[in-house]
């Protein structure tokens, strides 16, 4: 019922800036908290940043200054600027996920919601 979509994700060196974007489609009611999370080969996912409904971020130490989260409530998108500032060790494979609250037959119901990936590798 819901869908994730990325995007924006590519080759960079060190020191470039990329824009990923995540767009959410479905049968929505409210999308609740959103984040970007990360997933390097051979290690665990780890949250990179997240933001509540009314824009209260929280980032990773290891993003912190570097990167920022954003959302565009009316279109249902969220977005992770990396400006300037990327590092080899930020290559890694970015997931989009939202808290998403919908209605089905008359009720609502809120689930996690994760996108398909985009891979962001930082090489020169």
């Known amino acids: 019922q819901v869908q994730l979509v990325e995007s924006g994700g590519g080759l960079v060196q060190p020191g470039g800036s990329l824009r990923l974007s995540c767009a959410a489609s479905?049968?929505?009611?409210?999308?609740?908290?959103m984040g970007w999370y990360r997933q390097a080969p051979g290690k665990q996912r780890e949250l990179v940043a997240s933001?509540?409904?009314?824009?209260?971020?929280?980032y990773a130490d290891s993003v912190k200054g570097r990167f920022t989260i954003s959302r565009d409530n009316a279109k249902k998108m969220v977005y992770l600027q990396m400006n300037n500032s990327l590092k080899p060790e930020d290559t890694a494979v970015y997931f989009c996920?939202?808290?998403?609250?919908?209605?089905?037959?008359?009720?609502?119901?809120?689930?996690?919601?994760w996108g398909q990936g985009t891979q962001v590798t930082v090489s020169s």
């Open positions: 479905g049968s929505i009611f409210r999308i609740n908290a």
């Open positions: 996920n939202a808290d998403v609250t919908y209605n089905s037959a008359g009720y609502y119901y809120t689930d996690d919601y």
């Open positions: 933001i509540t409904s009314d824009g209260s971020t929280k």
